[in-house]
Structures are given as C-alpha cells and as structure tokens.
C-alpha cells in the first residue's frame, strides 16, 4: 500500500481517482452529496471506525455582543447540533486535550437521547480507550465529561 497526499478541491480529488492517479481517496459523504457525486461513493465508513474530531460539520456564526443580528442568529440555531456539539467538545475540555491528540469523539442525537462515543488512539493507531454513553439530550455537557471520566487515565 502507498499512501501520498492528495490536493484539491472534492471534483479535483475525484477525477484524480478515476483517472488512475489515485486508487481512493477519503472524503466527507456531505460534500459528495451536495456536489450530486455520491454514485462515486464505494464504503461509507461507520462512526466507530473512522471518528471525526469534536466539532467536525458544526457552522458556528459569531457576532458582537451588542450587535442587532443576534435575536435573528439565534432564531437559526438548531437545538440538536448544539447539544451534539456541546458534548463532544465537553469531552475535550474534561480531557483538557486539543487537536493535537489522536482523539475522536461523536454525539448524535436522537429524539429526546443523546449518544456520545469517543477513542482514543496512539500515534500509531492503536486504541487506548473507548467510551459510550447515552442520556438525555438536555445532559449534553454532562454525558460528554461523563465519557471523558472514563478515558482520563489514558491522557
């Protein structure tokens, strides 16, 4: 197997791939979707095999305390992604790590429950810790410490 960089944008890297240059390439399925490419797709990898970074999809809009536009921001946020958010990136800060660490932790939600799961690697790939947690989604902050309490002995 030889693995080498690859660059450009998601059309670039696909045709890299068709042409031959490449074997495969690993993409976001979101971005495949939205650019009508998913027939490209061969393997969507489950989350307990491949863990984004905390965070990873979020869109964050920032605005000045004092600004006009905040009541209209907060009309657009999404109940669901928040707390997804804020649990993954409470299992950061209890871990107090960045990215720096091989760490990749999920939440999802689903009606009123929220599933958390994180791993944690070495720099090799070798898995040192695992959790997975479910709660209620009103429990965000608290199930993302609650599943970096169980890995903290690994960082």
Known sequence: ????????????????????????????????????LAHHIQEVFPVDYFTPAAGQGALAVVARQDSSVRETLEKLNHFNSVQEVTAEKAVLAELGVGCQWPLGVSAKANGNK?????????KEGNVL???????????????GKD????????V
């Open 1 to 36: 197997m030889n693995i080498k960089p690859i660059r450009g944008n998601i059309d670039t890297r696909v045709k890299k791939v068709m042409s031959g240059e490449y074997d495969a390439t690993i993409m976001a399925e979101a971005g495949l979707n939205r650019l009508g």
């Open 114 to 122: 929220l599933d958390v799961y994180s791993i944690l690697l070495t």
């Open 129 to 143: 810790s695992e959790a997975k947690l479910s709660g209620s989604i009103n429990d965000a902050e608290k199930l």
């Open 147 to 154: 599943v970096a309490k169980i890995m903290e002995d690994y």
